[in-house]
Nanobody, 115 residues
């Protein structure tokens, strides 16, 4: 059974930074495409950033140049560095592990950018 545990969310002022972490149990982390999604109240869940098993990354246009996704296969962990946070980044952020047999999700962590 694969489990994903997010951490690092919180309250930050606009313009500030946070780093999210997602620790993944099991021995097949390296083959997953890992992604961060977010869902704001009243909105659909959207992809924020993803990194493939080979290290290729892609980002939503709204976060390009501000957010960076990375992975550490030795630690079974994926990170999302979020800089220059804006109010519209406020959402619950979810970690996702994707492979040919399906998807796994974390429980979510709240990120709030507000003064």
């Amino acid at each position: 059974q694969v489990q994903l545990v997010e951490s690092g969310g919180g309250l930050v002022q606009p313009g500030g930074s946070l780093r999210l972490s997602c620790a993944v149990s099991g021995s097949i982390f390296s083959i997953f495409t890992m992604g961060w999604y977010r869902q704001a109240p009243g909105k659909q869940r959207e992809l924020v950033a993803a990194v493939t098993s080979s290290g290729s990354t892609n980002y939503a246009d709204s976060v390009k140049g501000r957010f960076t996704i990375s992975r550490d296969n030795a630690k079974n962990t994926v990170y999302l560095q979020m800089n220059s946070l804006k109010g519209e980044d406020t959402a619950v952020y979810y970690c996702n592990a994707h492979w040919i047999l399906g998807d796994y999700w974390g429980q979510g962590t709240q990120v709030t950018a507000s003064s």
